[in-house]
T-cell receptor
C-alpha cells in the first residue's frame, strides 16, 4: 500500500517553543492531507484539512494561529505547533488521501504519528 | 447521532481462531465508503480493507474480510486465523461521497490475541 512518512516520530520541547511536524506522501500525490490529534485510548480527532496551494480548513475549536498548516507541494504538508504548552502534549497523526481511485474509494493513508511532549 | 458505532471496547480471541469486530454506521447518502484500520501500540494507522456502498460482494484482503450488510448498515470486520501480531486497536471509518473530506471514525475496538 501507499506510504505516508511523518517526522519526527517523537519530540520533547520546552514550553513556549515551536515544533514543526512534516508529513510526506512517498508514492502518490496528495491534493488533500489531514491532521489529527489523538488522546490516549480515544479515537482520532480531526484538527484540519490541508489543501495544496490554498489555506487549510480548521475544525471548530482548533486555533488557527496555534496550529499552522502549510501544504506547499503535492507531497508535503507541515504542522507547526507554535508556542507549545503542556496541554498541547499529544499524539499527532497526519493522513494523505490517494485520489487515484474512484471518488468513494479515495483511501486515506496515515503516517506513523508524532508524540509531542511539552515540558 | 453517531456516524460510526463500535460497541465492543475490548475483545479477546484465541490464536488461530476467527474473530468478528462489529461496526454499524449511519448515513442517508447512497454513495459512501467504509474502511477498517489497525492501530498497533506504535501508533501508526494501517489501512486494512475497503467496502464501497455499491459493491455487491463483500471485500476481502488476505485474512481480513468485511461482512457488509447494507440493509442493517453494518460493516463488520472478520479476521481469520488470528495471530499474535493482530493484537491492536481497530477502527471502523466511513466517508460519504457527497461530503467528501470528512472521515468519520468509530471509537475503536481493542483486540487481544491470546496464545
Amino acid at each position: 500500500g501507499a506510504v505516508v512518512s511523518q517526522h519526527p516520530s517523537w519530540v520533547i520541547c520546552k514550553s513556549g517553543t515551536s515544533v514543526k511536524i512534516e508529513c510526506r506522501s512517498l508514492d502518490f500525490q496528495a491534493t488533500t492531507m489531514f491532521w489529527y490529534r489523538q488522546f490516549p485510548k480515544q479515537s482520532l480527532m480531526l484538527m484540519a484539512t490541508s489543501n495544496e496551494g490554498s489555506k487549510a480548513t480548521y475544525e471548530q475549536g482548533v486555533e488557527k494561529d496555534k496550529f499552522l498548516i502549510n501544504h506547499a507541494s503535492l507531497t508535503l504538508s507541515t504542522l507547526t505547533v507554535t508556542s507549545a504548552h503542556p496541554e498541547d502534549s499529544s499524539f499527532y497523526i497526519c493522513s494523505a488521501r490517494d485520489e487515484s481511485g474512484s471518488v468513494g474509494k479515495n483511501i486515506q493513508y496515515f503516517g506513523a504519528g508524532t508524540r509531542l511532549s511539552v515540558l | 447521532a453517531q456516524k460510526i458505532t463500535q460497541t465492543q471496547p475490548g475483545m479477546f480471541v484465541q490464536e488461530k481462531e476467527a474473530v468478528t469486530l462489529d461496526c454499524t454506521y449511519d448515513t442517508s447518502d447512497q454513495s459512501y465508503g467504509l474502511f477498517w484500520y489497525k492501530q498497533p501500540s506504535s501508533g501508526e494507522m494501517i489501512f486494512l480493507i475497503y467496502q464501497g456502498s455499491y459493491d455487491e460482494q463483500n471485500a476481502t484482503e488476505g485474512r481480513y474480510s468485511l461482512n457488509f450488510q447494507k440493509a442493517r448498515k453494518s460493516a463488520n470486520l472478520v479476521i481469520s486465523a488470528s495471530q499474535l501480531g493482530d493484537s491492536a486497536m481497530y477502527f471502523c471509518a466511513m466517508r460519504e461521497v457527497i461530503t467528501g473530506n470528512q472521515f468519520y471514525f468509530g471509537t475503536g475496538t481493542s483486540l487481544t490475541v491470546i496464545p
